[in-house]
């Protein structure tokens, strides 16, 4: 098979449709910190909230990823930048729960339309390990800049003065949308990995696999502010030891651009499981600063890496981006589901109860990768 070439400003498109569209869930620790203190609920109820938009922004991504070739590109990116826009500005004013959750579920679905658009760009580049290492050192400039602004946001304003920000933030991020365009594939030959099934069994592994991955990640993402606090922290120094972890995170994706398929895909995501392990654990059993610290750099570095090799297995897999935009959306749903859990543990115990959930979902994970054999490996 071979791919047109893919120019510059292509893959900048693309990469601005999934920075958009995946912000809600880079802002995830400040929008649970500042709901929770602005509405005066449970972490549990707040942890709910949360979940109501990553779920639609996943069915929204299953959805309009399942279809994404069909659909005209510029015009499906700026409905689905107006939902996100209009979301952000509307829940700045808003002084309502009920109507919040409604507000965030409709932003949820336009932000897993730009999540499919980006993924159709990226997948059907020419060579989408370095497309994908590429959006994910700039998802880490961006999203280190994101939760620095959102903690100075939070402890000045709240929610309202945070999501205000972030809606004039996509405003100004929104022109770069028009240099997204679709990728012609010119197939000489067509073989079975472009034509991959949703049953078969290398799919079903990957989600389940990214899904147990992404459940302890996701709650952990989603609480780290309320950790920090626990620990003492206030939640401007939070917002800076959140974005320089972020801002670490830069080193993985220069790693992976290097490094390429010396190693194949498998065992570096088995790497980066145990060491994501290591740091959970090191963060919630010891509970102080330099934890807390040391925790975020190795979890974001090692998270970034894995989710670059997973993205790009998804990619040589189905490179109309239909498979990308899946396994984005099974992150989503663990991330969706995660709040509710560890609100509901968090509730009535420590943060440290919440390991013997961590270790089983991060060792189920492992099994379902090494049960791939050398199929993430394939495409090289």
Request: include cysteine; hydrophobic fraction near 55%.
């Amino acid at each position: 098979m071979n791919k047109e070439k893919t120019s510059f400003l292509v893959i900048v498109g693309g990469i601005s449709l999934l920075v958009i569209g995946n912000s809600p869930a880079t802002l995830l620790p400040f929008t649970v910190g500042t709901l929770e203190e602005g509405f005066n609920l449970s972490k549990q109820s707040i942890g709910l909230v949360v979940s109501i938009e990553l779920i639609a922004m996943a069915i929204s991504a299953i959805f309009f990823g399942s279809f994404v070739s069909k659909l005209n590109l510029k015009k499906s990116a700026l409905f689905g930048c107006l939902l996100v826009v209009v979301g952000y500005f509307l829940c700045s004013l808003t002084d309502s729960i009920e109507f919040l959750r409604i507000i965030r579920g409709v932003s949820g679905i336009g932000s897993g339309l730009l999540i499919a658009c980006g993924h159709n760009v990226l997948s059907a580049s020419v060579n989408p390990e370095r497309s994908y290492a590429a959006f994910i050192l700039v998802t880490s400039l961006c999203g280190a800049s994101f939760v620095w602004i959102a903690g100075i946001a939070a402890e000045e304003g709240g929610y309202s003065l945070m999501f205000m920000i972030f809606g004039f933030i996509t405003l100004l991020l929104a022109p770069l949308l028009f240099f997204a365009k679709k990728q012609t594939l010119l197939i000489e030959e067509l073989d079975v990995n472009n034509s991959v099934s949703v049953t078969s069994p290398i799919v079903i592994l990957m989600t389940l696999g990214l899904l147990f991955f992404s459940l302890p990640s996701g709650g952990m993402w989603a609480f780290n502010e309320r950790l920090g606090v626990e620990i003492g922290l206030l939640q401007s120094v939070i917002g800076k030891i959140l974005s320089f972890s972020l801002l670490v995170g830069l080193l993985a994706p220069i790693l992976v651009w290097f490094v390429g398929d010396r190693f194949g895909r498998k065992k570096p995501i088995l790497v980066c499981l145990v060491l994501i392990l290591f740091s959970f654990i090191y963060m919630l059993t010891s509970m102080h600063s330099i934890a807390y610290i040391t925790g975020n750099l190795i979890w974001n570095f090692t998270y970034t890496v894995t989710v670059i090799f997973v993205l790009a297995a998804a990619a040589h897999l189905s490179p109309d981006g239909k498979l990308a935009s899946w396994m984005n959306a099974t992150a989503l749903i663990s991330q969706a589901s995660s709040p509710v859990v560890f609100g509901w543990i968090l509730g009535t115990q420590s943060f440290n109860n919440l390991l013997p959930y961590i270790i089983a979902s991060i060792l189920i994970s492992m099994f379902c990768v090494l049960l791939t054999r050398n199929q993430l490996d394939e495409g090289y």
